[in-house]
Every structure is written in C-alpha cells, then in structure tokens.
C-alpha cells in the first residue's frame, strides 16, 4: 500500500507543492511548527533515510539547503530548523521550517487547523523566492 506521501506526489491527495523534480518533491505540511514548514520527500519509498541509494539522499538534502535558503529570505527566523525523525509516517523525510527556538524542535507542538489562506501564502511566498533563486525548472506553478 501506497505511503500517504506517495498519495500526496502522485496528486491522489493535495499538496502545496514549492520543488518538484524526478528524485524529489516539497510541500508544506498541514501541522506546520512555524509558517513556511516544509517537507521534502524522496519520490522513492523508504521507511528509513539510510536505506536510501546515496545520490538520492544527497539530493534530498541539496534541496532541503535550496527551501532553507528560499525560507530565510521570505520568513521571520532565528534559524531554520532542519529534522529527520521518521516516526510519524513511514516514508523517508526531511522537515525544514523557519524556526525561532530549540523550543520549535517538538513535533508535538505542531499547529493544528491552519487556515488554507496561510498555507497557500507560505508556498506562493517559497516558490517565489526559489524562482528568485534560480530554480524555476524545479518549482510547480
């Protein structure tokens, strides 16, 4: 059975995609920890990072550094926080998220019921500045 991130590349389930190419994909999580939240998911399923053929998991993590670079432009941060843990859905991945305390570390503390207005904000305000940065192959319209 398909993991519910393949749902979500395979668009049986909606995203607010900000990167999309042939090994990868980002979007912004529904429970975000701070706005501009994003997840950056390997199009191949592993339920473990480390089980990942290398080249893959050394895109994954190019592109987790383009959404970093693109969240520091357009979000307020102390830092942007930067987390493999894997518990919550099978499927290898990395959170990436402007952060403003080691407080923002706590998956648990996530936001609930985030209006979709926001949500839309945050990944129009990313994919505008990863174009600014030169990657407009790889971000959807």
């Known amino acids: 059975?398909?993991?519910?991130?393949?749902?979500?590349?395979?668009?049986?389930?909606?995203?607010?995609?900000?990167?999309?190419?042939?090994?990868?994909?980002?979007?912004?999580?529904?429970?975000?920890?701070?706005?501009?939240?994003?997840l950056v998911v390997p199009r191949r399923e592993s339920d473990h990072w480390a089980d990942l053929p290398a080249a893959e998991w050394t895109h994954v993590m190019t592109v987790a550094q383009h959404i970093a670079r693109a969240q520091r432009e357009v979000f307020v941060h102390e830092r942007i926080g930067l987390l493999v843990q894997g518990y919550e859905i099978p499927h290898a991945h990395v959170h990436v998220w402007p952060s403003q305390s080691s407080a923002d570390f706590d998956l648990a503390g996530?936001?609930?019921?985030?209006?979709?207005?926001?949500?839309?904000?945050?990944?129009?305000?990313?994919?505008?500045?990863?174009?600014g940065d030169g990657h407009d192959t790889a971000i959807p319209d």
């Open 1 to 38: 059975m398909a993991s519910l991130f393949t749902r979500i590349l395979d668009r049986e389930i909606p995203g607010r995609f900000v990167w999309e190419d042939e090994w990868c994909a980002a979007f912004l999580t529904i429970e975000p920890l701070q706005p501009g939240h994003v």
């Open 110 to 131: 996530a936001a609930r019921d985030v209006p979709a207005a926001e949500l839309d904000d945050a990944a129009d305000r990313l994919r505008t500045a990863l174009r």
